[in-house]
């Protein structure tokens, strides 16, 4: 499954510990959420980086108190319907102002690219494989969008009352 | 008529595999040697379960010509294979009523 | 109307350039059916009985005259010469190719339209009252809200995948033409004590298979503040939903669930976080917005000219229709006129492409070049001067949308029903036909009065039956269409549920059974101007019930 970070499509450097596996101190890890709560001072010390998977029916509040050291989090898609992951993920960036990776992981397709991009990730598991080089495509796909987004703080109604958007000749 | 997708498998009588041609959403039904028709009178028949299921996952798995596929009563008689209700009937001949084009101007 | 600049037509067109690469790579196999059902949906298109179906949005029912002839073209080129206005104030093409979409999605957004907003679980089409900004009663122009919002909410990135399609409407006068209390958000635009104009917000209203009034939660809302309280509840929303069935997953139920109280609660807790943020409504930014809407340079004309004087006495078929059809507008010597959707025998709300080529004529000549659409799934013309009223009643005749049945009992809201719907478990177009029959003498409809009869072929109430007068449900009970029949029901201020009559009956004595109930009711009125509704409310179902079911 192909990682694309900052629109390019990367080696993963995080890898995955499940429930209770022994972490590695010197590699980047991604860790269950459960064990970050349970117990955050066992990450403060590693040499390695500490990513967090948050499941999309918890409250990313909850993950305040880790983000300063906290490199990654990983919302989920469980299918890419569901769309609670896009809320967690602008609440991490907008109010907790986190800074790190956000990564998109589950059923991660070609066609959201664009959402998931404009609430805040950066970096997309990406499902099928022949989607992943056609992420710069996807989300350039748009010139302009009305609402304030991560991507675009500002929303159309600030931006456009600079000229340029203005036109004197209605189509209708 | 209780939307097929929310059928359970019970087989009476006679059925065949409708589904909606993906590129016009054409009714079409699943033929006995594989591939769809849009004359039920080539539509594969069948008269129980297992085979039912075996017809519809031949015809689900082709996700590319036709969508939606279900199982879908059918009556024979003199005239061949004629649907088996009244959605199937509408849906082989059309709306119930002259279409507004009459209507008007 | 809202005139639309460099950024509107840029999104929509690159929403075809999307659709088109979207379809190729369906066509191709490229995309499973399971994944593209939801992107073809977000642009109104749905898989029906016996073709595709295209919705298309018509923001707030306003419609161009270039864009009805857009819609009548389309028709005429990829469908079948007609289309069918909803009661969502969108309209729907029943027989379009996939495979033509893309190039019909151009042709639309050659005068601004598209599908998107349409279908999905996203923020649907904000609908509100057809008679926005020429209402006599309204307290601000709607429409101004409805446009800052539809802007807000298109391609939401975060509201894309709600747990379930949510639906806003919006209204400014005392008497509720858009049923904002049945609506995920309703939003009543009013005047406080002090003056100042807000929204009293209403959420958790909705019909189908669980049907609610909505319920207040915020009595006051500052115009500043409506698109970060709305962004706020979709956020409270979009995490708490349900998502496990899709029967439960509208927010209604969550606000049952939740209790009022306790989601106005979570609303507002989550609303303290971004109220001041970039969502602030500042008045330059609603100045932008109205600044963007045409508005007519009425004449200076009188109420009741000699010409229409002179009709009036003279021809007593342009009397009726006058008296039925024309509503009084704000500004002086102009009328509302209201184009029945509704003839004897006809399936409610379709108009054929020379139909809407004719109105789009009629709407540059007599009415500024606008045309709306009503919930209750006529046409409107919101300007017409009253001196031109002669000339448009025999215009309107001669392409048979004069009829003088407007809110009467042959003005039926029906949905397609098992006609074209794939949902449905019964028709409901031939029902609401067989009514136009029974009831086609106007003088009878006249003197029954206002009645609404609404039509769903199934649970999923888009005939939103719940709310009609007389509310007719098909069930199907061992194959066979049978109709189960609510009376008192209502959608505007006074929101209310119907009452079931009784056991549901059978598609052949529906019409029977509804000419029964209005006999019943023209007998058991205080006076000829109770309604139906009133009439039922008095009385309660009972002596309806003991009149329809003695007899059978």
Redesign the interface.
Known sequence: MPLVRNGKIVDDLFIRILDDAVVPDDVAAIVPAARLLADAGEFVQRGGATGVLWPNDR?VSELAPHLGRLALVALVFPN?????A???A?ILR??HHFRGELRATGQV?R??F???Y??GFDAFEVSKP?DAPAFIKAIE?????????VDA??????R??VK????DQ??? | MTAPSQQKLKVHGSVVVTANRLGDGAVVHWMAGGGWSAELGKAAVVTNAQAAKELLAAATADDVNAVGAYIAPVELNSDGVQPGNLRERIRVGGPTFDLPITFGI | ?Y?????D???VA?RV??FRD?VARRLSG??TEE?FK??RLMNGVYLQLHAYMLRIAIPYGTL?S??LRTLAQIARRYDRNYGHFTTRQNLQFNWIKLSDLPDVMADLA???LHGMQTSG?CVRNITTDQWAGVATDEVEDPRIFAEILR????????????PRKFKIAITAAPHDRAAVRVHDIGLRLHRNGAGETGFEVIVGGGLGRAPFVGKTIKPFLAKRDLLSYVEAIL?VY??YGR?DNIYKARIKILVHDMGAEKFAAEVDAEWL?IKD???AIDP??ID??AGRF?YPRYEMVIDNPAALKRAQVTNPRFENWFKNAVSPHKAPGYSIVTLSLKPEGGPPGDATSEQMDRIADLADRYSFGEIRVGHEQNLVLPHVAQGDLPAIWAALDEIGVATPNVSLVSDIIACPGLDYCSLANTRSIPVAQELTRRFKSLDAQRAIGRLHINISGCINACGHHHVGHIGILGVEKNGQEFFQITLGGRADEKAELGTLLGPAVPYAEVADVIEDVVATYVELRERPDELFVETVKRLGVEPFKERVYAAR
């Open positions: 409250n890419f319907r569901d769309g609670r896009y809320s967690q602008r907008e109010r397709l066609d959201q664009l959402l998931l404009r609430a022949a796909r748009y010139s302009a969008f009305y609402q304030p987004a703080p500002a929303p159309a109604f600030r456009r009352s340029n958007f203005r036109s209605p189509v209708n | 109307m005139i639309y600049d460099d950024l037509r840029r999104l690159e350039d999307e979207q490229e995309l994944e939801p992107l161009s270039a864009q050659s005068t601004g679980n802007q807000h909410s298109t391609m939401h990135p975060e509201f894309t995948y709600l956020r979009n995490q998502r976080n943020g970039a969502l330059a930014f932008d917005i045409r």
